[in-house]
């Protein structure tokens, strides 16, 4: 869970803003986030007092005393390194906004691209589920899902199924490319690998490796073809060694 503190005195502008972190929310399917509203710089002070701890904070810079530029100095004496975005609808505050190491300075009206862009950035650096972004073209939408989502990718035909780990499935546009192709991005990651000509796995989700198959959460059993299961069974294997070592 990603806890977002979001500070701005004026009721409208908070309010837009926090729908498009809702948005946002909706549109990076995997992500969940906790929002945290604060409709003055002291009301944020007293929470972070109580030892709240936030992973991201989004402060209006002109506000009523104490301003976003110094609730932004108290934060980074308590920690150099969280991520502040800061909100105005001027310019001329964005050097001090860089002095206290602003990670971003986005003027209002907020710009949904640039504010998306800046969380992707954020959350992918921030590296907490080692995660990133695959994007497909489903029908009618384009869908972003955190590679930690993907439990399995299903081909059928020209379609692919990607099954996610909250028990639903998102299928694709028809592509028009080889599986390994369409799959190449993903199949980077060590967290991923094909298993068969219409199969590939998020190996963080295997259950059980049984016989010449491996057990998925949803009840899957995806069948490892008898001549690759030597080097399959060896790449799983060499995936858990690594893992119980980072762990």
């Known amino acids: 869970m990603i806890r977002i503190a979001l500070c701005d005195d004026i009721a409208t502008h908070a309010k837009a803003a926090a729908r498009l972190l809702e948005l946002y929310q909706k549109e990076r399917v995997g992500i969940v986030m906790k929002l945290d509203v604060f409709d003055s710089g002291n009301k944020l002070l007293e929470s972070m007092a109580k030892k709240a701890n936030y992973d991201i904070y989004i402060l209006d810079v002109v506000m009523p005393p104490p301003d976003g530029i110094a609730i932004a100095r108290q934060i980074r004496e308590l920690d150099n390194n969280v991520p502040i975005v800061f909100l105005s609808h001027s310019e001329n505050f964005a050097m001090d906004a860089f002095r206290v190491c602003a990670t971003q300075y986005i003027l209002k009206p907020i710009c949904k691209d640039t504010l998306f862009r800046t969380l992707d950035k954020i959350i992918s650096e921030q590296g907490k589920n080692r995660d990133k972004f695959f994007t497909i073209s489903a029908s009618g939408r384009t869908v972003t899902l955190l590679y930690s989502s ?59 490796l049984r016989n010449t198959m491996f057990i998925m959460p949803n009840g899957m059993e995806i069948t490892i073809p008898r001549p690759k299961y030597t080097t399959i069974k060896k790449s799983y294997l060499k995936f858990l060694s690594s893992s119980n070592s980072k762990a």
């Open 150 to 208: 993907i439990v399995i990718i299903e081909k059928t035909g020209r379609i692919l199924r990607f099954h996610l780990n909250n028990g639903d499935y998102i299928d694709s546009k028809a592509v028009r490319m080889s599986f390994d192709l369409a799959l190449e991005e993903l199949l980077a990651d060590e967290r991923f690998m094909r298993v068969h000509q219409s199969f590939a796995i998020n190996m963080e989700y295997v259950q059980e």
